[in-house]
T-cell receptor
């Protein structure tokens, strides 16, 4: 089955620790995205990648890092510098970043800082 | 920059009655607009999209939306609600960056509650 796989589904982290969220797609899409979802705020863009080896900051990139070394993989690291990391994180991909391009989403990772 | 406003944070309907979820957009050019649905603790699924073709767009599960440029609206409707429609719905507009790349801008969501 083609799709986007995020792992793990639930993740707990102690304050001060970095943690990496995994996102893999087998849709052969060039563009990939990371969003953060908080209650009542919709989805906000953290990072995006137009093509392999491209990596661009979105609207709320502070405290996050990542890379796009392979077309099918787009990991996101939540660093200890992120002041409020508890949230639901969604990875998405699209064929290309042109107008009208539909984004396909993974099932999300819920990160909780304990 | 493009933006969307979802006018209701919650909408409650009875099963079998019509659904109306309201969305207004702000765009300096002809926009691409989407509606996505999210069930609890799940990813988002595309319901429908408008990309400057027909102004009445039909989507999955009996949903449709009408693009009205004069009102800058893209409201989502369904003639008869089903219990399985209970979810959160997001109105989305595409925003074109300087590079020509598209960024999706999400509304804050409308939670649809369906009672028996």
């Amino acid at each position: 089955d083609g799709g986007i796989t995020q792992s793990p589904k639930y993740l707990f982290r102690k304050e001060g620790q970095n943690v990496t969220l995994s996102c893999e797609q087998n849709l052969n899409h060039d563009a990939m995205y990371w969003y953060r979802q908080d209650p009542g705020q919709g989805l906000r863009l953290i990072y995006y990648s137009q093509i392999v080896n491209d990596f661009q900051k979105g609207d709320i990139a502070e405290g996050y890092s990542g890379s796009r070394e392979k077309k099918e993989s787009f990991p996101l690291t939540v660093t200890s510098a992120q002041k409020n990391p508890t949230a639901f994180y969604l990875c998405a991909s699209s064929i290309a970043g042109g107008p009208g391009s539909e984004a396909f989403f993974g099932q999300g990772t819920r990160l909780t800082v304990v | 920059a493009q933006s969307v406003t979802q006018l209701d944070s919650h909408v409650s309907v009875s099963e079998g009655t019509p659904v109306l979820l309201r969305c207004n957009y702000s765009s300096s050019y002809s926009p691409s607009l989407f509606w996505y649905v999210q069930h609890p603790n799940k990813g988002l699924q595309l319901l429908l999209k408008y990309t400057s073709a027909a102004t009445l767009v039909k989507g999955i599960n009996g949903f449709e939306a009408e693009f009205k440029k004069s009102e800058t609206s893209f409201h989502l409707t369904k003639p008869s609600a089903h219990m399985s429609d209970a979810a959160e719905y997001f109105c989305v507009v595409s925003d074109k960056l300087n590079t020509g790349f598209q960024k999706l801008v999400f509304g804050t969501g409308t939670r649809l509650l369906v009672s028996p």
